[in-house]
């Protein structure tokens, strides 16, 4: 379990963010809100990435947190909410909440409260990710509550999903990222199930073994 934030961990973290956003808006000249969210979501992607990592391969101590990306989590995890809640802050910009979030509206309110519910459970991650926090809380429930973690990437995938493969509303139809967004989720996914799989076997293995 990662319980340090280290300063040195968060500035590298933090420059890879605002750089990812940088190339984003400058380079492939997407819209800056969308550039926040699309950086937030890579972040996600690389936390859950890390956890089936650790299943796969016990964790060891090491001088190089370049060899541990466990002991990353929480930086990436305080930067993903970082960027999401940028995204938000810029999009409401200009607009009311209720513009975006409408009662019986479209797919598109739909989409929107799928990402605000992810922001909100983001925030109150970002929030327990701290070492004080973390042993305030205690392992058992900080652990059930970063598990809500995989939820939150379900409802950003859906929340992407929808803008790229089923809106009306812009630019209709799915991009680059759209196609890369898929391929990772299912990656992420597919990477839980193997962990998944390597642990039932594990444990049998040891029973036999007892």
């Given amino acids: 379990m990662d319980i340090k934030n280290t300063p ?8 890879f ?32 990435v890390i956890g089936p990592l650790m299943r796969l391969k016990k964790p060891t101590k090491s001088s190089s947190p370049l060899a541990t990306p466990w ?17 938000f802050i810029i999009v409401l910009t200009g607009r009311p909440l209720s513009a975006l979030i409408k009662i019986g509206g479209s797919g598109y309110g739909l989409a929107n409260f799928l990402g605000l519910i992810a922001l909100f459970w983001a925030l109150i991650l970002t929030a327990t990710s701290f070492g004080k ?15 809500m973690t995989y939820v939150v990437f379900y409802l950003v995938a859906g929340h992407f999903a929808y803008f790229q493969f089923f809106s009306t509303h812009g630019e209709i139809g799915p991009d680059w990222f759209g196609y890369t967004a ?12 193997i962990a998944f799989v390597v642990s039932i076997k594990k444990q049998r293995k040891e029973k036999l073994i007892k």
């Fill in 8 to 15: 040195k961990q968060h500035l590298i973290v933090g420059v």
């Fill in 17 to 48: 963010s605002l750089a990812l956003v940088a190339i984003s808006r400058y380079l492939l000249e997407i819209p800056l809100s969308t550039s926040f969210g699309r950086v937030s979501f890579i972040l996600l992607s690389m936390i859950l």
């Fill in 71 to 87: 002991s990353w989590r929480g930086e990436l995890g305080i930067w993903f909410a970082l960027t999401a809640l940028t995204h």
């Fill in 133 to 147: 926090v973390i042993l305030f809380l205690g392992v058992r429930a900080w652990k059930w509550l970063h598990g």
């Fill in 182 to 193: 898929v391929t990772i989720a299912i990656s992420v996914v597919a990477l839980q199930l």
